[in-house]
């Protein structure tokens, strides 16, 4: 166990739909990433935040949007979902933006 | 921090040693991590190399060439558990210190 929550575990939803992921980091860990994993592309960075504020964004779609609040946790909102999103959606956290980060256990979604 | 290269697939007997080799892009380079992920669930940290040299850590050692652009993932006495990906990942970019993953070896352990 990585200190690392994710909530939910699994989610299936059908396309058009929007969905919101939550992650919840270790304690103390200032910093909060996103990654999405499906069967052919590995593990792709999507966005980083850092003490509530956005400092680097990968490959992710505009139609997919996250947030960092105050209390530190990050939401990943995904909108107008296509059967291609389907995959699993990890969070990390490290405590600075230079450390290691651990995973929490993802959110597999399926779009069906 | 892009073109991470490493094996596909890898099979090896119980008890043996396994050298898993990765190499990628020099610029930007700031650290090279090894995670080990079964199928389905989290990516686990097994190391973290920033300087040239072996980091040795129980059963599992790695080793970074900087000027080579090269790794590798050493695994002795490979146990039925160890079946899982393994995944180097690049730590680059100016100020983000984002990971870029190559997609992974996925060694099968074979009595």
């Known amino acids: 166990d990585s200190g690392v929550t994710q909530t939910p575990k699994h989610l299936i939803t059908a396309t058009g739909q929007r969905v919101t992921l939550r992650c919840s980091p270790r304690?103390?860990?200032?910093?909060v990433y996103w990654y999405q994993q499906s069967l052919d592309q590995g593990l792709q960075f999507l966005i980083q935040?850092?003490?509530?504020?956005?400092?680097a964004k990968g490959n992710i779609l505009e139609r997919f949007s996250a947030q960092q609040f105050p209390d530190l946790h990050s939401e990943l909102n995904l909108s107008s979902l296509e059967l291609g999103d389907s995959a699993l959606y990890f969070c990390a956290s490290s405590p600075q933006l230079e450390d290691t980060q651990y995973f929490g256990p993802g959110t597999r979604l399926t779009v069906l | 921090g892009q073109n991470i290269d490493q094996p596909t697939e890898m099979t090896a007997t119980e008890g043996a040693i396994v050298q898993i080799n990765c190499t990628y892009q020099t610029s930007g380079f700031n650290g090279l991590f090894w995670y080990q992920q079964h199928a389905g669930e989290a990516p686990t940290f097994l190391s973290y190399?920033?300087?040239?040299g072996l980091e040795e850590k129980g059963r599992f050692s790695s080793f970074l060439s900087r000027s080579k652009g090269y790794s590798y993932l050493l695994l002795k006495e490979l146990q039925m558990k160890d079946s899982a990906s393994y995944l180097c990942a690049d730590f680059s970019g100016a100020g983000s210190y984002q990971l870029t993953f190559g997609k992974g070896t996925k060694l099968s352990v074979i009595p």
């Open positions: 935040y850092y003490n509530g504020e956005e400092r």
């Open positions: 190399n920033v300087l040239d």
């Open positions: 304690s103390g860990d200032l910093s």
